[in-house]
């Protein structure tokens, strides 16, 4: 499956500059946050495939008028083209206001989704807004990444996680890529195309296969 994922900054190339060739093998759009809705609709109105999104801890507006023509997939586990992909958006509170979560509320919306999750066999992607702490994130408590992101990856080993929040304008020599055990980690800042190829399925071992120790399942 080929990804475009895109968050946080416009891309002029994909919205002022659009061409329809620049879609071209694109089989889904993914928005890791902090996009204008109207950005996001015009996308999933150009493009032919699906596009999903989580939210932004600047997206607000979608609560009253969200992007049309995408796909929500916040606290879901959404699958296209047999890839199971879990939506967790927002960002680490550092401030009053929507779409920001401590590390106990992110690990209560985390549980909630477990049992969904061990029924679909675990998951490939991981979409969020925010990055895993100590995997793309800064020290201040506006760019910090979330802890209980490792226990997921940990949990679940999916081969690609994608996240936002993080503008690679920044600075010098922000890496847009990070490796955390069979993970790999992108950040989607403005746009990145990722291959995702999956070509045997481990099927990871719900909590009671854990629990009595049975492996993982191949399918």
Not at 11 to 34: A, H
Not at 78 to 89: N, S, W
Request: net charge negative; aromatic share 12%.
């Amino acid at each position: 499956m080929r990804i475009l994922a895109v968050a946080d900054e416009e891309s002029k190339g994909l919205w002022d500059y659009f061409r329809p060739e620049k879609l071209n093998g694109i089989d889904l759009i993914c928005c890791c946050g902090d996009l204008d809705a109207n950005y996001v609709t015009f996308l999933a109105t150009m493009a032919h495939v699906p596009v999903i999104y989580v939210h932004g801890n600047h997206d607000e507006g979608y609560d009253r008028r969200p992007p049309e023509g995408a796909e929500c997939i916040e606290d879901r586990v959404f699958t296209y083209q047999g890839i199971r992909f879990v939506g967790l958006g927002g960002s680490c509170r550092y401030r009053a206001g929507a779409w920001q979560f401590t590390e106990a509320e992110m690990k209560k919306r985390i549980r909630h989704l477990r049992g969904r999750i061990d029924r679909m066999g675990g998951f490939d992607v991981l979409v969020t807004h925010a990055p895993m702490h100590g995997y793309g994130d800064f020290s201040d408590p506006a760019h910090r990444g979330f802890t209980v992101f490792h226990e997921l990856l940990d949990v679940y080993r999916p081969p690609l996680m994608l996240h936002g929040h993080i503008h690679l304008s920044y600075g010098a020599n922000i890496p847009r890529e990070h490796i955390y055990h069979s993970t790999r980690i992108v950040n989607a800042f403005e746009r990145y195309v990722v291959e995702l190829d999956l070509p045997q399925r481990t099927v990871t071992p719900g909590f009671w296969q854990r629990l009595f120790g049975i492996g993982p399942v191949h399918g």
